[in-house]
Nanobody
Framework: QVQLVESGGGLVQAGGSLRLSCTVSGIIFSIHHMGWYRQAPGEQRELVASITVGNTPKYVDAVKGRFTISRDNAKNTVYLQMNSLKPEDTGVYYC????????????WGQGTQVTISS
């Protein structure tokens, strides 16, 4: 059974930081490209950051310089360090795993809520 379990969400003030984690089981983590997606209220889910099996990261323009994606293959975990948070970063953050880089994969976590107050 494949499981992606996110943690680390919460409520913080603008300018604050959060670190999201996603621990994966049931698949070979090291051969899956990983991504973090965000769904804001009333909007579609969008890719925020992704990282390849070779550790190459990619970010949407809105988070460049503020967010850092990383992975630890020994712990089957992908992280999203979020700094200088803004109210527009509010949403449910989902972890995603797949076999193609920069693409939505077939495995999803349940999501973790991030709320940024102004």
């Amino acid at each position: 059974q494949v499981q992606l379990v996110e943690s680390g969400g919460g409520l913080v003030q603008a300018g604050g930081s959060l670190r999201l984690s996603c621990t994966v089981s049931g698949i070979i983590f090291s051969i899956h490209h990983m991504g973090w997606y965000r769904q804001a209220p009333g909007e579609q889910r969008e890719l925020v950051a992704s990282i390849t099996v070779g550790n190459t990261p990619k970010y949407v323009d809105a988070v460049k310089g503020r967010f850092t994606i990383s992975r630890d293959n020994a712990k089957n975990t992908v992280y999203l360090q979020m700094n200088s948070l803004k109210p527009e970063d509010t949403g449910v953050y989902y972890c995603n795993a797949g076999r193609l880089p920069w693409s939505e994969g077939g495995y999803w976590g349940q999501g973790t809520q991030v709320t940024i107050s102004s």
